[in-house]
C-alpha cells in the first residue's frame, strides 16, 4: 500500500542557473525517510512535482553529512541523476552551511563539494555553487546498425547530420547515454524527435537520455584559456528524456559527466581541461554547466549553481 504523499516537504530548486526560470527544475525531499521503502509513493511525489526528477534523501548521517540519495522520474527510478544532487547539495548547504557532502546512490559514492560564494568574486552574493565527482567514467564506439541507425530514425536526422569528427559512443558516468554530435548548430536547434521510436530504442538499449552535441570551438586553434585552465572546449547541448516521461531535459548532469569520460576516451583531453557546456538555450531554460576532466583521471567534476524556485500558496 502506498503512503500517503500529501505532507510531504518538496523544496524546489532549479540548477545549473542563477535564475529561477532557468537550468533544470528538481524536486528536492530533505527528508523521506517514511518513505525509504515505498518506491510508488516516491514515484507517486515526482509524479505530482512533475520535473524530469525529484531527489530524496532516506538515510541520513548528519554528523558525516552524509546521505542516501534516490532519484525518481514521473514515470520510475533513476540510478543518477546530475542537476539533481546539485540541486540537493545546494539545498541542504542553503540549510546547514557549506562543505563537502557524500551521496551514497544506487550508481555509487559521489562526493559534493558546496561553497556558499557561488559566483566565485568573492563577495558571498549569487546562488551557492556545488561541484560533484562522479563514478568512473566509460565510452565505448556505438554499434551502427543497432543502435545509431534507428536513433537517427527516430530523431529524424541522417548520417549526413553528424560531425564525423565526433563519432557516436555510447557514454557512462552513473547511466549509460547515446552521444551523437551535430554537424551545425542548426541541425541541433532543429530538434523534432519521433517520441514514441525514440523512447522505444531507449529502453531496448537502456540509456537513460540521447546527449546531442555540437561543437562550438571547431578546431584547436580556437581551444584557449577557459576559467583559468590551459584547453577549453566550449559545447552546447540537447537531451531528449523520453524514458523519463519528459520530451527533453533542459540541464543533464549525469550526461554532461559521461561526457567528459567520452572527450577522454577520443584522446581530446591531454591535460587538465574544462569543458563548458550550454543546455536548455532551444528550450528558453537557459543552463550552463561547467566539466574538469583529466586525461589519467577516470572521474569527471561537474559543477553549477543553483537556486530555490519560489512557490505560491
Do not use: K
Not at 13 to 31: C, E, I, M
Not at 69 to 82: D, I, Q, W
Not at 91 to 98: I, K, S, V
Not at 171 to 189: P, S, T
Amino acid at each position: 500500500m502506498t503512503a500517503p504523499t500529501t505532507d510531504i516537504d518538496v523544496l524546489h530548486y532549479s540548477a545549473f542557473t542563477t535564475r529561477p526560470d532557468g537550468g533544470n527544475p528538481a524536486g528536492v525531499v530533505l527528508d523521506a525517510a517514511a518513505l525509504a521503502d515505498d518506491d510508488a509513493a516516491m514515484t507517486a511525489v515526482a509524479a505530482r512535482v512533475g520535473y524530469s526528477e525529484t531527489a530524496f534523501i532516506t538515510e541520513r548521517d548528519e554528523a558525516a553529512r552524509r546521505y542516501r540519495l534516490r532519484y525518481f522520474s514521473p514515470l520510475a527510478e533513476v540510478a543518477f541523476c546530475g542537476h539533481a544532487t546539485i540541486a540537493t547539495a545546494v539545498a541542504l548547504a542553503d540549510r546547514d552551511g557549506p562543505g563537502e557532502l557524500v551521496f551514497d546512490t544506487a550508481s555509487g559514492e559521489i562526493r559534493v563539494e558546496t561553497t556558499a560564494d557561488g559566483d566565485g568574486d568573492g563577495d558571498g552574493d549569487g546562488p551557492s555553487r556545488a561541484t560533484l565527482t562522479s563514478v568512473p567514467t566509460r565510452s565505448r564506439p556505438a554499434d551502427p546498425g543497432t543502435e545509431v541507425e534507428p536513433t537517427l530514425a527516430a530523431l529524424r536526422w541522417s548520417a549526413d547530420d553528424l560531425d564525423p569528427a565526433l563519432p557516436p559512443h555510447v557514454a557512462f558516468a552513473g547511466n549509460d547515454h547515446l552521444v551523437l554530435a551535430a554537424a551545425n548548430r542548426e541541425r541541433l536547434a532543429d530538434l523534432d524527435y519521433d517520441y514514441d521510436a525514440l523512447e522505444a530504442v531507449m529502453r531496448r538499449r537502456g540509456w537513460t537520455t540521447v546527449h546531442l552535441v555540437w561543437r562550438e570551438a571547431g578546431d584547436d586553434s580556437a581551444r584557449g584559456s577557459a576559467d583559468g585552465v590551459t584547453n577549453g572546449f566550449v559545447f552546447h547541448a540537447r537531451d531528449p528524456f523520453p524514458v523519463g516521461g519528459v520530451v527533453e531535459d533542459p540541464a543533464t548532469g549525469a550526461a554532461a559527466a559521461a561526457f567528459g569520460g567520452y572527450l577522454r576516451a577520443l584522446g581530446l583531453v591531454d591535460g587538465p581541461t574544462r569543458v563548458r557546456i550550454r543546455q536548455g538555450e532551444d528550450m528558453g531554460r537557459p543552463s550552463d554547466l561547467l566539466l574538469d576532466v583529466t586525461p589519467d583521471v577516470p572521474r569527471v567534476r561537474v559543477s553549477g549553481q543553483a537556486v530555490r524556485i519560489p512557490q505560491s500558496g
